[in-house]
């Protein structure tokens, strides 16, 4: 019968010799090429399967035939090099340049034509301005010729001297019939003969005459008719103011009026201390074409 310390005996032998046996294992493994694992037992070299000696021949050297080097593969063209894609490009740049042509002579266009616009805008607005004016000239013409006509009717009716019953009439102090004075006096005048003062020059002024001849209206103008000035006179005779245009005046001639005036503010009346200081009358102007 076994015992208990035989069987660990037993027990303990039995793991050395496992132990020892793995190890044998694992050394024979490791002493082995471990190129020739897939390989199994190294055989020696030849070129057939029967053979005899005892001297190994020298293997010829296989010549080695050098390897071209790899043809390089040209890189696949990326889609802006292909020529398709520069085509493309090509239209669109062109198209682009076409574009900007197309637009800039629109608006080239539409410059010129704004501008035809507007200078035929100026044109017919001047024409209208120039239309304006005219119409203007016309009516002032006929409104001053109609006002002449009106004044040389008053005028004519004035120096008629007939009454509503058609008989002859007149005036003056001679006691013989007619109209005492002169063609180119006023009517508003009292003075009748010794002061008219000149051919086409009468003058209103209670007791005074004219110092020398009177200065004659120097003008340029084609129109006829009277300008009554009103004169304002000093003590010596000189004359401080004049206003032609009062009553008896027949036309509207600014010309005329205004050479009356000058022509006044030259008279020079005779002095008299007695008279009053600032003596009022008026000086008649006859301008006739010849």
């Keep these: 019968m076994i015992t208990t310390k035989e069987q660990r005996i037993a027990t303990v032998g039995t793991a050395v010799f496992c132990v020892l ?3 044998m294992l694992v050394l024979v493994r490791f002493i082995n090429d471990p190129t020739d694992e897939e390989e199994g037992v190294l055989v020696n070299f030849g070129d057939t399967e029967q053979g005899m000696g005892e001297v190994e021949p020298r293997p010829a050297v296989a010549q080695t035939i050098p390897t071209p080097p790899p043809t390089p593969t040209p890189p696949e063209p990326t889609p802006t090099q292909t020529g398709e894609e520069e085509v493309v490009n090509q239209d669109f740049e062109e198209s682009a340049v076409i574009e900007q042509k197309k637009r800039a002579e629109q608006k080239k266009r539409q410059e010129e034509l704004q501008r035809q616009q507007e200078l035929e805008r100026q044109r017919i607005a001047e024409e209208q301005r120039r239309q304006e004016e005219e119409r203007k000239r016309q009516e002032e013409q ?22 509503v019953n058609g008989g002859n009439t007149g005036e003056g102090n001679t006691g013989q019939p007619g109209n005492q004075g002169s063609l180119n006096g006023d009517i508003n005048s009292n003075n009748r003969v010794g002061n008219g003062g000149g051919n086409g020059i009468n003058f209103n002024l209670a007791g005074r005459s004219f110092g020398s001849t009177p200065p004659k209206p120097e003008y340029n103008s084609k129109s006829e008719g009277k300008v009554v000035v009103e004169i304002r006179v000093d003590r010596s ?4 103011s004049a206003s032609p245009g009062k009553a008896g005046t027949t036309t509207n001639d600014p010309v005329l ?4 005036k000058a022509a006044a503010l030259k008279a020079k ?6 008279a009053a ?14």
């Design 277 to 290: 200081e600032i003596q009022v009358g008026t000086i008649t102007y006859t301008f006739i074409q010849e």
């Design 21 to 23: 046996l793995l190890l």
């Design 269 to 274: 009346f005779n002095s008299d201390p007695n």
């Design 257 to 260: 009026r205004e050479a009356a």
């Design 237 to 240: 005779g000189t004359v401080v």
């Design 142 to 163: 006929q409104r001053q010729q109609q006002q002449q006509q009106e004044i040389n009717s008053r005028a004519a009716s004035a120096f008629a001297g007939r009454n």
